[in-house]
């Protein structure tokens, strides 16, 4: 059957991951191509590399160094950040890349998924929002956009809904309210998701300890969980390896790929 | 010689990595003559059936195609999309496919199951194929399954919203519904076994 997967999240800065608490405050871990291999030698199930300052320099996403990650391992990677048009999906993709991440793009030029999903397949394309909650929408919930700084007056369950039907493969859902708080995910907002999709959500935002791993997974169909500061942060004393966290939800009866018997994985 | 076919759509690029981690050095195809002393040829898959067999026929493949696996026994691996037009029709686009293997492509039931499946499955190799193949989790991105006519082409399986094809084998001709390029370890392993077979085309 298949497994529930554990996707690390990394914010590239010049080729280097950095960590952010609550979208500012970026402090330097490590080169992409390394972390990401160290990743990879754990069984992590899949990466996901955000540019972050790609779109606020006004250019295009970091393509060496998504060369250099997609010679370094073998797991699917999705990219994101300063994606503008389908040249630039097909750069990132043909780079090494298996998805292609649109977010604030998307929400101002919505076809750019259709046309994404069209040239590359809709499993290229991966709609990644950023929502936080209020009691403006009907959902709960509101779209916000360029690093969560900008609120854009759209409901968080209508613009996944229609990024579903633009054609995007998987939907990676963040809570701003939650993101970076280490205090679990947001299962009320996963679960109004899930009613909304077909397509496979990836659940990111909160995650603090194992225990947020097997919540988001017992009480929500989300399948999958996006994970960094447990696995990485330099702030917190106890990180997790990929290997605990898997022994951990296996243990509970969560169905995951096992973890690497190599025992390769060292403490970043 | 390796070969691999590389139409725009597909993931050539890291079908290339995995065989370079693995120690080959191996060709991009991009049109017929590419494929000349091709030992093995691999067919990525990214995108639909339909499309995948616009692009081979405007790419002229076919015919080039079939005289090196059908006639010349080159060895063939077709990874996802690339193992679904091995069989002779797809629900996807209603595509008229290569028919090197005698069944049909169908969708996954919605129904019961989210489609399109992304993630880690694991794979039950069903009969002994000289690759080195061994049940393990491999990663699968697809909205479609095969299912062969004939069960002794059926080299693996996995579960889904039931049993469904994960690798076909007939003589020099493998399938992987999975991305063996993308399944760690264990893809590597079964992609390595795959480029270690001897005795494929001219």
Known sequence: ?268 | MIAIIDYKAGNATSVGHAARRLGYETVFARCPRDLDGATHIILPGVGSAGATMKSLREMDMIPVLEEAVLNGKALFLGICVGLQVLFERSEEDNADCLGWLKGQVVRFDASRVRVPQIGWNKVRFVKDAPCNAKDDFFYFVNSYHAKPKDMSDLWGEAEYDGAFTAAVNRDNIYGAQFHAEKSGEAGLSLFGGFLALKGGGS
């Open chain 1, 1 to 268: 059957m298949l497994t529930k997967r554990l996707i690390a999240c990394f914010d590239i800065v010049n080729g280097r991951v950095t960590k952010a608490v609550g979208f500012q405050d970026n402090i330097d871990v490590a080169p992409a191509e390394e972390l990401a291999e160290t990743m990879y030698d754990a069984q992590i199930d899949e990466l996901i590399f955000y540019d972050i300052t790609a779109s606020a320099e006004k250019r295009a996403i970091d393509i060496e160094t998504v060369k250099k990650v997609a010679r370094r391992v073998f797991i699917p990677f999705t990219v994101g950040g300063g994606i503008k048009s389908l040249g630039d999906m097909y750069e990132a993709l043909k780079a090494g890349a298996e998805k292609i991440s649109v977010d604030s793009m998307a929400v101002r030029n919505p076809e750019i998924i259709s046309e994404g999903a069209k040239a590359f397949g809709s499993q290229c394309v991966v709609l990644s929002t950023q929502v936080k909650r209020t009691g403006k929408m009907p959902s709960g919930y509101e779209v916000y956009i360029d690093g969560a700084r900008l609120a854009t007056g759209m409901d968080a369950a209508e613009w996944i809904r229609r990024g579903q039907e633009l054609g995007a493969g998987e939907i990676c859902l963040n809570s701003i309210d939650n993101d970076g708080a280490l205090s679990g995910y947001d299962l009320a907002l996963m679960k109004l998701a899930e009613k909304s999709l077909s397509v496979p959500l990836i659940a990111s935002g909160g995650a603090g300890k194992p225990e947020h791993l097997k919540e988001l997974f017992t009480v929500t169909q989300a399948q999958a969980a996006i994970i960094s500061s447990m696995l990485y942060s330099p702030r917190l004393s106890l990180n997790y390896t990929v290997r605990e966290l898997k022994d951990y939800l296996l243990g509970n009866g969560i169905s995951m790929r096992p973890p690497s018997g190599r025992g390769k994985e060292a403490a970043i």
